[in-house]
């Protein structure tokens, strides 16, 4: 089925940026809604940002700082995370959805990658 691999996660000084890559594999790309979600030490799953179509949302505390995108022809999905802060240190999970009357599943994931922002 599904498959994806994210990528670019790393460690980074407070302010700095980073670009993650979500690759797809196995499905048709097109059809699903793609979302970043992050888990910190000790806390939930939170949702970052989703892409449907050409429709994007991002979380409150990232909406000023981080960019959804994608790339269909290339079933590529990205989050540009700019102005980084120690409190966005987490694994960051991509996962792919299907929506239906607007409302997203998210079926599958990514196995993530660490992000840790340095102060």
């Known amino acids: 089925q599904v498959q994806l691999v994210e990528s670019g996660g790393g460690l980074v000084q407070a302010g700095g940026s980073l670009r993650l890559s979500c690759a797809a594999s196995g499905g048709t790309f097109d059809f699903y809604a793609m979302g970043w979600f992050r888990q910190g030490p000790g806390l939930e799953r939170e949702f970052v940002a989703s892409?449907?179509?050409?429709?994007?949302n991002l979380g409150s505390s990232v909406k000023d700082r981080f960019t959804i995108s994608r790339d269909n022809a290339k079933n590529m999905v990205y989050l540009q995370m700019n102005n980084l802060k120690p409190e966005d240190t987490a694994v960051y999970y991509c996962a792919a959805a299907r929506v239906v009357r607007g409302i997203p599943t998210y079926d599958y994931w990514g196995q993530g990658t660490q992000v840790t922002v340095s102060s």
């Open positions: 892409i449907s179509g050409s429709n994007t």
